[in-house]
Every structure is written in C-alpha cells, then in structure tokens.
Nanobody, 118 residues
Framework: QVQLVESGGGLVQPGGSLRLSCAASGFTLDDYTIGWFRQAPGKERELVASISSTGSTNYADSVRGRFTISRDNGKNTVYLQMSSLKPEDTAVYYC????????????WGQGTQVTVSS
C-alpha cells in the first residue's frame, strides 16, 4: 500500500526554522519527483518545492533562498528545511509523489500544520 507520512510541523516564531519530513512506504521514493505543497486558509494549494529522481530542485519564488528540499533514498524520505520563516508561511504542508508515466501528483500525505507566529 502506497503511503506518505509528513511530520515535523509545529509552532515557530518569525525568523525561526523547521524541518519537515516525508516518509514513504509501499514504493521507492527515488523513482519519483517529490513535491512539497502548502495550503493556507482561504487559499489554493501551491507547490513550494520539488526534487526530481535525479536530484534537480525547483522552488517557488516566495521560498527560494529560505527553503531547501532534499532526499535520503536510503531512508526513503524527503525533507523540507525551512529557515527565516515568516507569518505568511503559515499553512498545512503536504508532500506528494508525481507518477513518472503521467506526470501527475497522485500520491499525497495527510499534511502537517506549520504556524509562524510570535
């Protein structure tokens, strides 16, 4: 059974850091492009970072230079290191795996809440 489980969210002050983890089971992550998405209340879900099976990374302009996506294939886990956090980074963060044949993000985790507030 394919499963993605996010962890590492929480409450952090502006300027702080968090590291999110996305652990996979039922399939091998290194065959897939993995994306981290977020959805704030009243807003659409947006892609903030992705990492391909070859290790190429892409970032949304709003997080470039502050967030870093990485993968540990040995642990079948993808990470999102978030630094210099801002209140506008507050959202539920989801990881997703993109099916290589269809290029569709069709495997999703349950999400983890990140709240940036003083």
């Amino acid at each position: 059974q394919v499963q993605l489980v996010e962890s590492g969210g929480g409450l952090v002050q502006p300027g702080g850091s968090l590291r999110l983890s996305c652990a996979a089971s039922g399939f091998t992550l290194d065959d897939y492009t993995i994306g981290w998405f977020r959805q704030a209340p009243g807003k659409e879900r947006e892609l903030v970072a992705s990492i391909s099976s070859t290790g190429s990374t892409n970032y949304a302009d709003s997080v470039r230079g502050r967030f870093t996506i990485s993968r540990d294939n040995g642990k079948n886990t993808v990470y999102l290191q978030m630094s210099s956090l801002k209140p506008e980074d507050t959202a539920v963060y989801y990881c997703s795996a993109r099916e290589p044949l269809t290029n569709i993000y069709n495997y999703w985790g349950q999400g983890t809440q990140v709240t940036v507030s003083s």
